[in-house]
């Protein structure tokens, strides 16, 4: 038998070793007072963004909370919701104060040596990891102790679901509506250089990346973590049979359980394997991230083989969480290839560059629609071999592997806003050009990784999405027949599901669209009405532009959350069957639009870092100025639209699952 103990133990280690390299990141030096007070600047920005967000989404948990307690779903899922809201919005709480704090401490460590300062920003990133897996582990099993239900622990998902949409659409709304503002005047118009302490918005854009890449992606993944760990014990309580097998229920359902504690235990062997080497180019810096990765999930494939062999005596549950993790390191390996400016089409895109923004702009997409491939595939092959070896119980376990190492690749991830942090303070706290050339590396190297960690998560959620509508189908007791597509309620929800993909990004987007002009507007008066501000005379107003960009993001988070929120509610009450439709459409739309957007996105800004470094005529060139434009195209592609939909459809499978009760 398993024990759930050791699942509780796990999760604390995990916080514990999350506690102890923010220590160490607090121990090293801060910097020349110029450096530190830039630090403090964002960490006060960012942690006001956050206050402000918390008071509409504490009302919004409230009036669910109330709703989840007067209908007939069981009353303890209220409160399971409600601290599913606050683990999640707690775990990107903690992580972007690290972040925050680290940021010019990875500069000053890039200054001694470009090693420290890639060290800095994993340790950083680490403790953002460590933190999500330690305190979804501690939540899931104090809620299954207090009540296994099922039911309930549904509830702690919607909770953390609810808190991811909301956090990653403001979060990306904030960030590149300073992010854009920034460049179109800075960049484009007055042709100062990137992160230049003469432009207002620069403080702004810094604090965006924390809350949109740090907090909103925590908050994302532990989302998806908790999710697919759910979706398995609903699909296993009560017993599974395998093979001819018969799995208890206690197995079934504690099994994914220590699936993810033995991750943490792998996650943290894997950290010790990321120490940078000698080489200071871009590819030596990442070889010594994807070390980790590797590591980490090559000794995770050996706990898991000991542990499903041990306890389960069929080793079918343990090829559906290989094939999981599997298709997660395919798919971060495919937006390495097409977003990493070492490559054919991030070079491919730059070289478009040199005929205008027009074509690079067509080419950065076209290389978004051809990533799709390899990460599609790779769900595909994980669905149907999971299936195989476990049937519908081997899909949650797939998602539930392709996360195990989560405690790891989210510290890859949260590396890159710390080191582009790290990079816009070498440049305002003039640290000098070698500092900044380092940190410019680390900072390429972090836009790879966020790559990779968009697609990650992507791909992840596509799973775990799968995983809860199996599970959905399975509790409602829906027959094949009536989920026919020759059935016109499922060709409605198909359609329907499809279609709020697309409008929920014509909402972000235009979001983040509204809140750049209002910030080019504030940057351009600035310019024009501080004498002596371009000549750097003067100081900029900072707090400015990081109100206009708060407003933004809480203002325009809440009909696109909301629309996440009520829809399958309202096609549910209507039809269980056009409801099985709308998140099968949504899965399908969602999975390939956001791997679009966002590699779109992320090679637009590699192909415009690619010719900063020198080719193609370097920086001040007509090639630039148009990787330039397609870079602030790609901002919202790939920080604000394409992020946010892997939230939304695996909120509205958490939500389709757990009203249920009214839905039949």
């Known amino acids: 038998?398993?024990?759930?103990?050791?699942?509780?133990?796990?999760?604390?280690?995990?916080?514990?070793?999350?506690?102890?390299?923010?220590?160490?990141?607090?121990?090293?030096?801060?910097?020349?007072?110029?450096?530190?007070?830039?630090?403090?600047?964002?960490?006060?920005?960012?942690?006001?963004?956050?206050?402000s967000e918390y008071k509409p989404l504490a009302v919004f948990v409230g009036i669910m909370a109330i709703i989840l307690y007067v209908t007939d779903i069981p009353d303890e899922a209220a409160f399971a919701f409600i601290g599913g809201a606050f683990c999640s919005a707690?775990?990107?709480?903690?992580?972007?104060?690290?972040?925050?704090?680290?940021?010019?401490?990875?500069?000053?460590?890039?200054?001694k040596e470009i090693g420290k300062g890639l060290q800095i920003g994993f340790s950083s990133g680490a403790v953002m990891g460590m933190t999500v897996v330690?305190?979804?582990?501690?939540?899931?099993?104090?809620?299954?102790?207090?009540?296994?239900?099922?039911?309930i622990l549904i509830g702690f998902g919607f909770g953390a679901s609810s808190i991811a949409l909301f956090a990653r659409v403001a979060g990306g709304i904030y960030t590149k509506s300073a992010d854009m503002g920034a460049d179109l005047v800075g960049k484009v118009e007055e042709k100062i250089p990137?992160?230049?302490?003469?432009?207002?918005?620069?403080?702004?854009?810094?604090?965006?990346?924390?809350?949109?890449?740090?907090?909103?992606?925590?908050?994302?993944?532990?989302?998806?973590?908790?999710?697919?760990?759910?979706?398995?014990?609903?699909?296993?309580?009560?017993?599974?049979?395998?093979?001819?097998?018969?799995?208890?229920?206690?197995?079934?359902?504690?099994?994914?359980?220590?699936?993810?504690?033995?991750?943490?235990?792998?996650?943290?062997?894997g950290a010790i394997f990321v120490r940078p080497g000698k080489g200071s180019d871009i590819g030596s810096l990442h070889n010594a991230l994807n070390k980790g990765v590797f590591g980490s999930a090559l000794i995770m494939v050996i706990f898991a083989y000991l542990l499903t062999n041990h306890f389960l005596g069929v080793l079918g549950p343990f090829y559906a969480m290989v094939s999981g993790l599997a298709a997660g390191i395919a798919i971060g390996l495919a937006c390495e290839y097409f977003t990493e400016s070492r490559f054919s089409p991030t070079q491919g895109i730059a070289e478009a560059s040199q005929t205008g923004p027009a074509t690079n702009i067509v080419r950065g997409f076209s290389v978004g629609l051809s990533s799709t491939l390899i990460p599609v595939i790779s769900v595909c092959i994980a669905i149907g071999l999971s299936y195989h070896f476990a049937g519908l119980y081997g899909i949650p376990i797939a998602a539930v592997g392709m996360l195990s190492t989560l405690g790891m690749t989210l510290a890859t991830d949260t590396y890159g806003p710390v080191n582009d942090n790290a990079a816009g303070i070498a440049e305002m706290g003039n640290m000098g050009s070698e500092v900044r050339t380092r940190a410019e590396r680390l900072d390429a190297v972090g836009n790879t990784t966020a790559a990779i960690g968009k697609g990650f998560a992507i791909g992840s959620a596509a799973l775990?999405?799968?995983?809860?509508?199996?599970?959905?189908?399975?509790?409602?007791?829906?027959?094949?027949?009536q989920l026919s597509i020759s059935e016109p309620m499922v060709i409605i929800g198909l359609f329907i599901g499809?279609?709020?993909?697309?409008?929920?990004?014509?909402?972000?987007?235009?979001?983040?669209?509204?809140?750049?002009?209002?910030?080019?507007?504030?940057?351009?008066?600035?310019?024009?009405?501080i004498p002596g501000l371009l000549k750097g005379e003067a100081e900029p107003q900072y707090e400015k532009c990081v109100e206009i960009s708060t407003k933004a993001g809480l203002k325009n988070m809440v009909i696109p959350g909301g629309l996440a929120v009520i829809t399958p509610i309202l096609v549910g009450m209507w039809s269980v069957e056009a409801l099985g439709g709308l998140l099968a459409g949504a899965i399908v739309t969602g999975l390939l639009l956001a791997i679009t957007l966002a590699n779109s996105g992320g090679a637009w800004d590699n192909a415009k870092k690619y010719i900063e470094e020198g080719n193609l005529g370097g920086k001040g060139s007509e090639a630039h100025a148009a990787a330039v434009t397609g870079d602030t195209v790609g901002d919202p592609f790939k920080d604000t639209s394409g992020p946010s939909l892997n939230i939304l459809i695996k909120l509205m499978?958490?939500?389709?699952?757990?009203?249920?009760?009214?839905?039949?």
Do not use: C, H
């Open 90 to 111: 707690l775990a990107g709480n903690i992580g972007m104060r690290i972040a925050t704090k680290s940021n010019s401490r990875a500069a000053v460590g890039a200054k």
């Open 1 to 51: 038998m398993f024990n759930l103990n050791f699942v509780t133990l796990a999760g604390i280690f995990a916080l514990v070793f999350a506690g102890l390299l923010a220590v160490w990141i607090l121990r090293q030096p801060r910097g020349e007072e110029k450096v530190s007070n830039l630090s403090d600047t964002i960490y006060s920005g960012a942690l006001t963004f956050l206050n």
């Open 464 to 481: 775990t999405a799968v995983a809860l509508f199996s599970a959905y189908i399975d509790k409602i007791g829906i027959g094949a027949q």
């Open 134 to 151: 330690g305190l979804a582990l501690i939540g899931l099993t104090l809620i299954w102790n207090w009540r296994p239900d099922p039911g």
């Open 653 to 664: 499978a958490m939500i389709s699952l757990l009203f249920v009760p009214l839905f039949v």
């Open 194 to 269: 990137e992160d230049d302490p003469r432009n207002p918005a620069v403080i702004a854009d810094n604090v965006g990346d924390n809350v949109g890449d740090v907090a909103g992606m925590g908050a994302d993944l532990f989302e998806s973590y908790a999710g697919s760990i759910i979706s398995a014990i609903t699909i296993g309580f009560g017993g599974i049979v395998i093979a001819g097998n018969n799995i208890s229920s206690a197995d079934a359902v504690l099994y994914p359980l220590t699936l993810a504690a033995f991750g943490v235990f792998a996650s943290m062997i």
């Open 498 to 529: 499809g279609l709020l993909t697309f409008i929920f990004s014509a909402l972000t987007m235009e979001a983040v669209g509204k809140g750049a002009s209002s910030m080019v507007e504030e940057v351009r008066r600035q310019f024009e009405k």
